[in-house]
């Protein structure tokens, strides 16, 4: 399985996610988009708006599903557990 969360270092959804993920020891890439400078930054945006059709976050990407915000019973589903 495959898991890679986007977000942003202030946002208090996105800290919801990641614990729930640590919480239930699940492995993932997160990539914090406010953190990152010039091409990198434009880049991590622009795939976050293609992969949600937004700028919302968290985007949390399981395998192919993705899901926008921090929704623990959708999060629970998309990982099995």
Not at 5 to 17: D, E, G, K
Not at 53 to 64: A, L
Not at 68 to 75: A, D, I, L, W, Y
């Amino acid at each position: 399985m495959s898991v890679k969360v986007f977000a942003l270092s202030t946002c208090p959804y996105c800290r919801m996610a990641r614990a729930y993920l640590d919480e239930n020891d699940v492995s993932y890439v997160v990539v914090e988009v406010d953190l990152m400078e010039g091409e990198e930054k434009d880049a991590a945006v622009a795939e976050v708006k293609e992969i949600s059709g937004g700028t919302s976050f968290p985007v949390v990407v399981v395998d192919e599903e993705v899901l926008v915000g921090f929704n623990k019973k959708r999060m629970k589903e998309l990982l099995d557990l």
